[in-house]
């Protein structure tokens, strides 16, 4: 079966990618950047082809002869975290964008991933769900959507706020939204109902609630997540916390954007509850409980097997770039800081420092300064440090490391290149690369600051003490480093 895969860097698509390869379908992932796209992995596969198609601009270029002959169609984009205020207009014109591409095809099934709509009054995500239901099912091509509530799952965004939540909070002063029953469903579950639709003609034009086996409050979600990691937590409801002021305590308690904690908010007081099930027992799959989950969550973590976290989504950002337009770090007009050191250790080891370099590992020298600076980032808006990093050894281009995205991370040719996604007032590049100069290799560390205005040379003079200190800290360190 040939299979078109929409969303196939997030975090159902990355998840989903490899089981239907297993299942031996060939795929092809619609991405809207190749350089975003690991060279080795999963997505260079001999089963994997790779399309570069926006669907929030015109389609018209897109070269639709590779996906003519496909026989399914995964629909798995959402703008949810991207903004606050225009996310339906996005995904409405996805979708269309979407339809008009599918329609040149010879597909006979569209499988799309949407959020439980049964309430009357629905939030501005849910009701953005629902509408996009509406345009994928006007389609000439069938439709069959699973509509779920909660997904828990190693790196989905709700699973990693409510792990913010009990491992940072012993006494939680809650909203009153934290009574609202959900039900949560596990990951692996999802997987089961995404590849156990693939053409079946009686789901074809349908809509299928699924859930877990388990109804709960977020409190209860909250306590039984604390539960399975050994905690004691007290939550205090307080009934006078506005929606605003509780997407800010999100954005600070836990590592979520502050457009994603609005949009979440909106929708934690929507009671969302799956009705009678019919696709769980026409598939055979045995639903997996809250609590379950979540311990299978943590063997991924433990096991540092992560495959997707929500946090990598270039939607997850704050700044709205793209990956081929920074890819080159300038030169004219910038502020350049750069270190040398000759490697007189390993140098395998010192290229295994560069690549597990911020997380837990932090930044070698003066971490505390780091911290700072990623909590002053949060109080202007930003993305902060908390959102550490998928894997601990390993990182990918497109990957989130703290407030930095990778844009390079070519290990075989030693170079790894990062781009600042924190508040600036201007463009920032931090580079790290092993070269070798008459038989001796060196570490070159290379900080680019490309400042916007009078205000951004004024910022980057005032911090130029720091730099000093902290960049010739690290370099020295990553090099002297040995676990």
């Not at 003519?68 to 949810?80: E, Q």
């Not at 339906?88 to 597909?107: C, H, P, V």
């Not at 099930?277 to 598939?283: A, C, D, G, Q």
């Amino acid at each position: 079966m040939k299979i078109l895969l929409t969303g196939a860097t997030g975090y159902i698509g990355k998840r989903l990618l490899p089981v239907i390869i297993e299942q031996g379908h060939e795929v092809i992932c619609c991405v809207r950047n190749r350089n975003r796209i690991p060279s080795e992995g999963i997505y260079v596969h001999p089963k994997v082809s790779i399309l570069e198609v926006d669907f929030l601009k015109d389609i018209a270029n897109v070269n639709s002869n590779l996906i003519k002959d496909i026989d399914v169609a995964y629909y798995l984009i959402h703008s949810m975290t991207s903004t606050i205020k225009d996310f339906e207009k996005l995904e409405e014109k996805s979708a269309k964008n979407f339809i008009k591409l599918i329609e040149q095809t010879s597909a006979k099934q569209i499988i799309y991933l949407s959020g439980i709509i049964n309430e009357e009054k629905l939030s501005k995500h849910l009701a953005s769900r629902k509408m996009v239901e509406g345009i994928l099912s006007g389609s000439k091509v069938p439709l069959t959507t699973i509509r779920a509530g909660i997904i828990v799952g190693s790196g989905s965004a709700s699973f990693e706020i409510i792990r913010d939540l009990v491992e940072k909070l012993p006494i939680m002063i809650t909203p009153k939204w934290v009574n609202t029953k959900h039900q949560p469903i596990a990951i692996r579950n999802i997987l089961e109902y995404l590849t156990g639709v693939l053409l079946k003609e009686e789901t074809f034009n349908k809509s299928f609630d699924v859930g877990g086996p388990d109804i709960l409050s977020y409190k209860e979600m909250l306590l039984q997540f604390a539960e399975v990691r050994g905690l004691k937590r007290i939550i205090i409801t307080v009934p006078v916390m506005t929606p605003r002021l509780s997407s800010y305590w999100l954005y600070f308690v836990t590592s979520t954007s502050y457009a994603l904690a609005v949009n979440l908010v909106n929708s934690m007081k929507v009671e969302i509850i799956a009705k009678d099930n019919t696709l769980e027992k026409m598939l055979g799959i045995k639903p997996i409980s809250y609590k379950e989950a979540v311990r299978m969550a943590f063997q991924r973590i433990e096991q540092n097997n992560v495959v997707s976290s929500w946090k990598d989504s270039l939607a997850s950002s704050q700044v709205d770039n793209s990956l081929l337009e920074n890819i080159n770090v300038p030169t004219d007009g910038c502020f350049i800081d750069k270190k040398e050191i000759e490697i007189t250790t390993n140098v395998e080891q010192v290229l295994n420092n560069i690549w597990s370099i911020g997380g837990e590992r932090g930044w070698y020298y003066a971490d505390w300064l780091w911290h700072v600076r990623g909590f002053i980032d949060k109080l202007f808006g930003g993305v902060g440090l908390r959102r550490g990093r998928t894997n601990k050894n390993e990182i990918y281009t497109g990957d989130t490391l703290d407030f930095w995205r990778v844009l390079v991370a070519d290990k075989r040719n030693k170079r790894l290149l990062l781009y600042a996604e924190m508040k600036l007032p201007g463009e920032a590049w931090l580079e790290f690369k092993i070269v070798e100069k008459n038989g001796k290799n060196y570490l070159q560390q290379i900080a680019t600051f490309r400042p916007k205005g009078l205000f951004g040379r004024l910022y980057w003079y005032s911090l130029l003490p720091f730099h000093y200190f902290v960049f010739e800290g690290m370099a020295r360190n990553i090099i002297k480093y040995k676990g």
